[in-house]
C-alpha cells in the first residue's frame, strides 16, 4: 500500500490529521500548477482549499484506480475551469508582471542575465495566458507537471488521442504567440 | 495539409516519448534529414523548458487546519445530507461517519458565534456545572401501539400533549391537524396526572391504555454515545418560548446557557431577566434549537425539567424511535447520530427559506405547519435504518469521554495545538448552544459560512418574524427540498410522550459518577401557534396571553 492509500484509509478511519499530512503533501505542487493555469495566485489559492475540502468530503468516493494526486487533480481542474468561466477576463499580462517582479531569480546570474530572466518568465508567462483553457491546461499538465498523455487523459476525462492532438495544437498555438513578442528564434 | 499536421503532431508525441517503437525510428530519421521538422522539434523543446523553468509558486501557509475546518463546515452546513445521493447513510462507511461528531462540534461552535452575534441573550451570568442530578428519565415506551392503536391515534384525542405528539409521529399533515383538532378539544394534562416514581423504578403512568415511563439511565459500559445525540422535541408556549425561560430549564441542571460575555457583538442587545425585549418576545413564536453537550444526568435533568412544566411545555418528545429501537444497551434513546441531525436542520433551513420567500404570514403560518410535518418525518425515521448508521466503535477521539480528558488548567489550550478537532468538543462541556433563531436564519448561516459570512451578518429580525420578504440569495431561489421523500412513517412508530419524573435525592451521589461524560443532544423547540393566529395575517400575539393559551 502507498504512503498516500495509508493515509487515506487512515483519514478514513477517522484520523483527520492524515488528511492534513495530504495537503500538505500536496498543496505546493497544486497550487503551482493551477497558478500557472488560471494565472491568478489569489484564485489558485482559493482553488486548491477547494479542492481539498471537496476531496476530503468525498473521499470515500475515491476508488484507488489511479494515483491520489491524478484523482486530486482531476477536481481542482474542474474547479479552476469553474471558477474560469465565472471569472472573465482572465489573467491581464499586467497582473502577471506585478508577480514576476516578486519572483526568484538566479542570484548568481548578472543584472544583465537576471533581467534576461524576468523577461523570459513574463513572455511565457503571458503567452500561456493567451492560449485558451483548453489547450492551456493540457500544456500545463503535460510541461509543468509531467503527466503522461494516460494521466492527463484521465484528468481531463478525454481520449488519449485528444490529448496528443491537443497538445500538438497549444504547442503551435504557443509558438506562435511567442513568435509575436519575442520574434522568430523562440529556440 | 493533413500530411504535414500530422507531422508535426507525432513531433509533438515523439517530444512527449509518446510514440511506439516503429514511430520512434522513424522520427529520428525525419529529425536527422528535414531541417524544418528539426526546428519544430528544437522550438517545441525549448518552450517545454521555458514552462518547466517558471519560478515555483509556493504557499505562504499550511492549509491543512483551513482545509479541515472548512470540509467541516461544508459537511454539516450543506444541504448535501439531504440529498438523495448521500442521504442514504447506510452507503457512507462507518469510519467516515466516525468524523461526523467532531465535524458537528466545530462547526457547531462557529455555528453558535455566528448565530450569537444577531440575537439578545438572558443575561444571566453563567452557572457551575452540575453533575449530580436525578433521576434519569430515559424515556421508554414499553407498549409500542399496534397498527389498530395507531389508527385510534389518529381518529381518536388522547390528551392535549398525546394529541400534538401523535401529529409528528403520524407524520402527515391530515394527521397532524387531525390530532391538533383533537388536542384542541381537551383539556391540558396537569402534573397531578402523573404517578410520581422511586427513582430507582420507572415513573409510569397510563395514557390511553399504553404504558409509558421512564427507566433508570445506567450507562451501558459497552455502549458509546460519543457519535450519538439525543433529539428532544418539544412544543412551548410563546412564554415559554422566551429565552429567559429556556435558559431556567437547562441553567437549573447546571448546563451554561450562553451569556452576554459571550456575545461577539458588543452591541447585542440585552434584556433584564424577567423583562425581555420585545425583540426577545418576538422570536417566542420562532422555533429554536438548542444544541446540549453535557452529562447524560444533566441532559435527562433538562428533559425532567420541560416535563415537569407541562402547561408550558405541552408536549415533550424524545426521538420516538428510541422504545422500538432492537438496541437493548442505555440507552436507546440515544441513537441519532450527527447525520440525521444534519438532515435535520436541512430541513428545517429549506423550510425557514421558502418561509422568507413567501413572506405572508398566511404562506409562514402554513410553513411553520408543514415544518412541524417535516419534524415527524425527520424523528421518524425507522429504527433499522438508524440502527444500522450507529454501529459504535472506531472512533479515535474520545474527548468526549470526560475520564480521558486533561482538565487541568490550560490543558485545552494544549490539546488545541494538538488536535483541533479535540479541544473543539472540550470547549463544548456542559453547554447550551442556540444553533438558531428562526426558521430562515440558518439558511442565511449556511451562506455565511461560505461566503464569508456577510449573509449571515444580516440582522435576525427575519421575514419570519417581521412578516417582510427578505431579498432572495442565490440559495433562497434554489429548488426546494422535496418533502415527500422520505416515506410516511408507519404506525407502529408511533408513540413515546415524555412523563414527568420526580426529582430524587437519592439518584445524586451515585449517577453522578456514572455520569461523569458528555451527551449530546438537540432540543427543538417548536412553538404553539394559536390556531386563530396561525389562520390570520394579524399581528403577533399579545403578551398577556396565558402560556396555556397559546395551545392550538
Not at chain 1, 28 to 44: M, V
Not at chain 1, 115 to 138: G, I, K, P, Y
Request: proline share 6%; hydrophobic share 35%; with cysteine.
Amino acid at each position: 500500500m502507498s504512503e498516500d492509500a495509508e493515509l487515506i484509509q487512515a483519514t478514513l478511519d477517522g484520523d483527520s490529521s492524515a488528511f492534513g499530512q495530504l495537503v500538505r503533501r500536496y498543496q505546493d505542487r497544486l497550487y503551482h500548477t493551477i497558478a500557472s493555469l488560471i494565472g491568478s495566485t489569489e484564485d489558485a489559492r482559493d482553488v486548491v482549499q477547494d479542492t481539498f475540502v471537496q476531496a476530503f468530503i468525498k473521499l470515500e468516493t475515491f476508488k484507488h484506480k489511479s494515483p491520489f494526486y491524478t484523482w486530486l487533480y482531476r477536481i481542482a481542474m474542474n474547479l479552476a475551469a469553474s471558477r474560469a468561466r465565472r471569472r472573465r477576463p482572465r489573467a491581464s499580462v499586467d497582473e502577471i508582471r506585478e508577480r514576476v517582479g516578486h519572483e526568484p531569480i538566479d542570484g548568481s546570474a548578472g543584472p544583465r542575465e537576471r533581467a534576461e530572466q524576468v523577461e523570459r518568465v513574463e513572455q511565457v508567462r503571458a503567452a500561456l495566458s493567451c492560449l485558451s483553457d483548453e489547450h492551456r491546461e493540457v500544456l500545463v499538465l503535460r510541461e509543468i507537471e509531467g503527466f503522461h498523455y494516460e494521466a492527463i487523459a484521465e484528468i481531463l476525462e478525454l481520449p488519449v488521442g485528444t490529448v496528443r492532438s491537443r497538445l500538438f495544437r497549444a504547442r503551435m498555438q504557443l509558438r506562435e504567440t511567442l513568435k509575436q513578442t519575442v520574434g522568430e528564434d523562440i529556440g | 495539409m493533413m500530411s504535414e499536421t500530422s507531422i508535426e503532431e507525432r513531433i509533438s508525441a515523439y517530444l512527449d516519448g509518446e510514440v511506439n517503437e516503429p514511430q520512434r525510428a522513424e522520427m529520428e530519421r525525419l529529425l536527422a534529414e528535414d531541417p524544418r521538422a528539426r526546428q519544430l522539434y528544437d522550438e517545441m523543446k525549448a518552450m517545454g523548458t521555458s514552462l518547466r523553468s517558471l519560478p515555483r509558486e509556493k504557499l505562504e501557509h499550511d492549509l491543512a487546519a483551513a482545509v479541515l475546518a472548512r470540509a467541516e463546515r461544508e459537511m454539516l452546513l450543506s444541504n448535501r445530507v439531504a440529498k438523495p445521493s448521500v442521504a442514504s447513510d447506510a452507503t457512507v462507511p462507518l469510519s467516515r461517519r466516525l468524523l461526523r461528531p467532531v465535524v458537528y462540534a466545530v462547526v457547531t461552535i462557529a455555528a453558535a458565534v455566528m448565530v450569537m452575534v444577531f440575537t439578545n441573550r438572558e443575561p444571566e451570568k453563567r452557572s457551575a456545572p452540575r453533575l449530580a442530578r436525578g433521576p434519569s428519565v430515559a424515556l421508554q415506551d414499553t407498549s409500542p401501539p399496534s397498527p389498530a392503536e395507531a389508527a385510534s391515534l389518529r381518529s381518536r384525542p388522547l390528551d392535549k400533549a398525546a394529541g400534538r405528539t401523535a401529529a409528528a409521529k403520524i407524520g402527515s399533515t391530515e394527521a397532524s391537524e387531525a390530532a391538533h383538532e383533537a388536542a384542541e378539544r381537551m383539556p391540558p394534562v396537569s402534573p397531578e396526572d402523573a404517578v410520581a416514581a422511586p427513582a430507582d423504578k420507572p415513573a409510569n403512568r397510563k395514557v390511553d391504555g399504553r404504558i409509558l415511563g421512564f427507566t433508570p439511565a445506567i450507562p451501558n459500559e459497552s455502549w458509546t454515545a460519543k457519535n450519538r445525540v439525543l433529539i428532544v422535541q418539544a412544543n412551548a408556549t410563546p412564554e415559554a418560548m422566551r429565552d429567559a425561560n429556556l435558559a431556567k430549564v437547562f441553567k437549573s441542571q447546571g448546563i451554561a446557557w450562553p451569556t452576554e460575555s459571550e456575545a461577539v457583538d458588543a452591541n447585542a442587545k440585552t434584556s433584564e431577566p424577567g423583562r425581555e425585549s420585545e425583540a426577545d418576545f418576538d422570536r417566542a413564536d420562532q422555533a429554536k434549537l438548542i444544541f446540549v453537550e453535557a452529562t447524560s444526568a444533566q441532559i435527562e435533568g433538562a428533559l425532567s425539567a420541560l416535563n415537569a412544566r407541562p402547561k408550558e411545555f405541552p408536549a415533550v418528545e424524545v426521538d420516538p424511535e428510541a422504545a422500538n429501537s432492537t438496541q437493548q444497551a442505555w440507552p436507546a434513546q440515544y441513537n441519532r447520530n450527527v447525520a440525521d441531525v444534519q438532515e435535520f436542520r436541512g430541513r428545517f433551513a429549506n423550510a425557514g427559506e421558502a418561509a422568507s420567500r413567501q413572506g405572508t404570514r398566511q404562506s409562514r403560518d402554513r410553513q411553520r405547519r408543514e415544518l412541524r410535518v417535516l419534524l415527524g418525518r425527520v424523528l421518524t425515521t425507522p429504527a433499522q435504518e438508524s440502527m444500522a448508521r450507529n454501529k459504535p466503535g472506531g472512533q479515535k477521539y474520545a474527548a468526549a469521554d470526560t475520564k480521558s480528558a486533561d482538565r487541568r488548567p490550560g490543558a485545552a489550550e494544549k490539546a488545541a495545538k494538538k488536535d483541533d478537532a479535540n479541544v473543539s468538543i472540550n470547549q463544548f462541556r456542559s453547554q447550551a448552544i442556540r444553533l438558531n433563531t428562526d426558521l430562515s436564519s440558518i439558511a442565511r448561516l449556511a451562506d455565511g459560512a461560505r461566503t464569508g459570512g456577510e449573509s449571515a451578518r444580516r440582522p435576525a429580525s427575519s421575514s419570519l418574524a417581521n412578516g417582510v420578504a427578505s431579498q432572495p440569495t442565490a440559495r433562497e431561489t434554489a429548488p426546494r427540498l422535496e418533502l415527500k421523500r422520505r416515506e410516511p412513517p408507519s404506525a407502529e412508530k408511533s408513540h413515546a410522550v415524555a412523563q414527568t419524573p420526580r426529582p430524587s435525592k437519592r439518584a445524586k451521589s451515585g449517577q453522578a459518577i456514572q455520569h461523569d461524560r458528555l451527551e449530546r443532544a438537540l432540543f427543538v423547540f417548536m412553538p404553539e401557534v394559536p390556531q386563530d393566529d396561525a389562520l390570520s395575517d394579524q399581528p403577533k400575539p399579545d403578551t398577556e396571553k396565558s402560556p396555556s393559551s397559546g395551545s392550538p
